[in-house]
């Protein structure tokens, strides 16, 4: 069994930071590809930011040069400065994991932790 826990989550003025924090644990073999997506009510899921496991990053156009995603082993975070409200979201963690014992790329999800910006 694999888990993916997201911590860091909460309430912020415009303007101001967060960091995100997101640990897998459980069987895992292999820790692929990390991401962060995010929901806001009444959207779609979107990629936020992404970071492979030999360290290549992506970002959203909206989200370039506020927010920076890093992994330590089997924890990736995302800093988020430069806050909008806009960023308001659910955010979730997401990997590409290969479990012991069952062959084939798995992709796992967090529960999500609720990002609100006020203005």
């Known amino acids: 069994q694999v888990q993916l826990v997201e911590s860091g989550g909460g309430l912020v003025q415009a303007g101001g930071s967060l960091r995100l924090s997101c640990a897998a644990s459980?069987?895992?073999?292999?820790?692929?590809?990390m991401d962060w997506y995010r929901q806001a009510p009444g959207k779609q899921r979107d990629l936020v930011a992404g970071?492979?496991?030999?360290?290549s990053t992506n970002y959203a156009d909206c989200v370039k040069g506020r927010f920076t995603i890093s992994r330590d082993n089997a924890k990736v975070y995302l800093q988020m400065n430069s806050l909008k409200p806009e960023d308001t979201a659910v955010y979730y963690c997401?990997?590409?994991?290969?479990?012991?014992?069952?062959?084939?790329?798995?992709?796992?999800w967090g529960q999500g932790t609720q990002v609100t910006v006020s203005s």
């Open positions: 459980g069987s895992i073999f292999s820790l692929n590809a």
């Open positions: 970071i492979t496991s030999g360290g």
């Open positions: 997401h990997a590409k994991i290969v479990v012991f014992g069952k062959p084939g790329l798995y992709d796992y």
